[in-house]
């Protein structure tokens, strides 16, 4: 039985306390056995909500968990084999080398951490404690993101020629930290980053990035966000964030990718390839979120007692290093700036 605490409860932490509870009753050896927030209301159930739908529904007894208000007397008073962190990015470093450090198995949401100096230090703790550390880098379970890096692999159309990549959404409001530069790095580090992390999981580390960005709401970083990432191979590359779209819009992800033999495009409402010549047609894709299979691959590696090889420390320190060379050109008003190798 792999026995599992979760540390934060907010709305990613409530997401992947709905998701492990799932698979508990999908029959795997595992058990959510404790749960770790400073918030009191948080530990008896009442979290925040985020800008995209997860929540079951179900109505969760919370006093089938041990409660802690410390990472230290949770590491403290119970067996565990593993952790999982939803925290705010700034105590993701501190706390993910605490844990690994008392012997357990990080699962340690996005981004890694505020720079690459703290990626490495986190890198090194778990080389040092034997443990493994994933990162929950969730678009690389995303059905639709793992299509499409599927036909990339594949050239099932031949060479990517270009790609776009969006995400927006009102300003979040479920975590003031997230308002400030220096614990969140903005929308640029929380929001882009999973943007990021798609174009160097797709096509590799690019050359050199271009971003123009700026800050609106004083204080947070930059608020909206337009990257061009340089490859040897020419193709045009490209992702945004907003999260000043305010009113109505709601929370929106899209990707557009074009191949020498067709193209895919992503929305809402599902993924739609366009062959050239041809007719286009939806592929059928899971409806369920990339928060479950990221969590589904997490503990069924751990059961096995193998290597965790998807959305690994290093890959995961190498789109961090992406975003601080973003961030350099757009301190810079959009220079083009190395990735530093």
Not at 10 to 15: C, D, Q, W
Not at 26 to 36: N, T
Not at 98 to 107: K, N, Y
Not at 318 to 330: C, F, H, N, P, Q
Request: glycine fraction near 10%.
């Amino acid at each position: 039985m792999l026995r599992i605490g979760l540390i934060g409860l907010g709305f990613m932490g409530r997401t992947h306390l709905d998701n492990y509870l799932r698979l508990e009753k999908e029959g795997l050896p595992i058990r959510l056995a404790a749960v770790c927030d400073i918030d009191p209301a948080k530990l008896e159930g009442r979290s925040t909500g985020g800008n995209i739908e997860t929540a079951s529904g179900e109505a969760v007894d919370f006093g089938r968990f041990a409660k802690y208000a410390s990472v230290e007397e949770l590491l403290r008073e119970e067996e565990l084999d593993a952790v999982d962190i939803a925290l705010p990015t700034y105590l993701h470093k501190e706390i993910t080398i605490q844990c690994l450090q008392a012997g357990l198995h990080v699962l340690c949401e996005k981004p890694m951490g505020l720079n690459e100096a703290e990626c490495e230090a986190m890198i090194a703790a778990a080389e040092a404690s034997g443990k493994q550390l994933m990162i929950g880098q969730c678009l690389r379970f995303w059905p639709a993101y793992v299509y499409l890096k599927e036909l990339v692999e594949k050239q099932a159309y031949g060479a990517v020629t270009s790609a776009s990549f969006f995400r927006g959404s009102a300003t979040p409001t479920w975590g003031p930290w997230l308002m400030e530069r220096e614990k969140s790095g903005g929308a640029l580090l929380d929001m882009h980053v999973h943007d990021t992390d798609v174009v160097n999981w797709l096509f590799g580390m690019p050359d050199a990035v271009s971003c123009q960005a700026r800050n609106v709401i004083p204080g947070s970083g930059y608020d909206i966000v337009s990257t061009n990432y340089r490859y040897p191979d020419g193709k045009v590359v490209n992702a945004q964030v907003d999260w000043t779209l305010q009113g109505d819009f709601g929370f929106e992800m899209n990707y557009r990718v074009n191949f020498e033999n067709g193209n895919v495009h992503f929305r809402g409402d599902g993924v739609q390839v366009n062959p050239s010549g041809e007719a286009g047609f939806s592929p059928e894709l899971s409806a369920d979120q990339g928060y479950y299979f990221e969590l589904k691959y997490f503990v069924e590696t751990l059961i096995a007692g193998e290597a965790l090889t998807a959305a690994t420390p290093r890959s995961t320190q190498e789109t961090i290093r992406i975003v601080d060379a973003e961030i350099a050109s757009a301190d810079s008003a959009g220079d083009w700036v190395a990735v530093k190798r």
